[in-house]
């Protein structure tokens, strides 16, 4: 019996929480979710109705993604991802909230107020993207010179605000935060996080993360 994943592959949260398990080994189960179609056993174990949700072997319930990578690493860590600054917890803390309200406001304005400016928003959050080229201009990934926590857990966000204007922000002078995007892209363990799994239904055959081969 294996844990299991219900995950979005387009979703940053999922997306971070995949990479995290991937990173650590952990195998289970993967049950890829359309939003506007939630499954019922998912939402019997997460009412809130938003991804990811691990389900643990003995029942427990993980639906935060950032405790799924926690979870996960405190199980199987080699490169000490867990090791970083003190500064650790308050960019994650910014990044999930004040980042990422503006962050969603600028990708989508037109599901907000009608008179959101999404230019306003971009920004706003360009601020926090400054001070993490800022850190990367210091040292190779956002707490040091090893991979952290930070950088996963950031890493789908900033992918998404990189996406938003790709012309624009070739252009802005965050080459660190640019090299370091890019490098987050193109590797294994992005790859291996972004595959793509068929909705999820019961009664189908078990789809594994890693996937099965």
Known sequence: MLPVLYSFRRCPYAMRARMALLYAGVKCELREVVLRDKPAEMLEKSPKGTVPVLVLTDGAVIDESLEVMQWALIHHDP?????????????????????????????YPERYAPETDAVFHRKQAERFVAELDDRLCQHRYLCGEQTSLADVALFPFIRQFAAVEPAWF???PYGSLRAWLAAWQQSELFSAAMIRYPQWHAGDVQQLLPCNS
């Open 79 to 107: 490169d000490g991802w867990l090791k970083a600054d003190d500064l650790l917890p308050e960019i994650i803390a910014r990044n999930d909230g004040d980042f990422k309200y503006h962050l969603d406001r600028y990708k």
């Open 170 to 172: 070739a252009a802005t």
